[in-house]
């Protein structure tokens, strides 16, 4: 399942990010890659022990925080610090899959990869190439979104950056561990979630059938939810 999250950034608040990026040194993108990605990856990264990496991805942290469908989209139980990475004239990255398990760098803190999420962080028009082309059970997804947006996909499919042919594309990525490990059964809750806030909207919180069905959504991700 792919997930937009509009506006997770205002534009206060992107313009920060950048000013902080924009300024820091970045170093070749392949420091991050596993063997295989390494092959395929072509771009710039924020070295992610550094002081603006942590700096700009405690705001993404807490613009995350402050989302609620990106909690009901992801149920998030650990989030890999956020990364920052750059795509100029022809950088691409191939096709590939994440890798599983992410280990911060000299700390014991490690994240299984379930959800990748990428934070846009340019505006759409000032460059073009850098889609995000994500493969799922219903064909090719490609996704290029307005700066702030932020799209989150299953660590598990197979996606590309395609290569840029004008301006640069910036972006924040990063992964999370779900307290729902299962793809299916986290759409399940979030369809669920979504059905419940409708209905409530109308009949009110304490509204009987409201208040059995948010029962049945506890009682689900009880069922499921590691925490
Ligand atoms: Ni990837």
Redesign the pocket.
Known sequence: MLIAIPDLLDAATLANVRAIIDAAPWVDGNVTSGHQSALAKRNEQLPEDGAAAREAGKIVLDALAASPLFFAATLPLKVFPPLFNRYGLGQTFGT?V?NAVRVQRGRDFRVRADL?VTVFLEDADRYDGGDLVIEDLFGEQRVKLPAGHAVVYPSSSL?RVTPVTRGRRVASFFWLQSMVRDDAARRILFDLDRSVQSVAAVRGNDDADVIRLTGVYHNLLRRWADA
């Open positions: 590939h994440d990748s996606h």
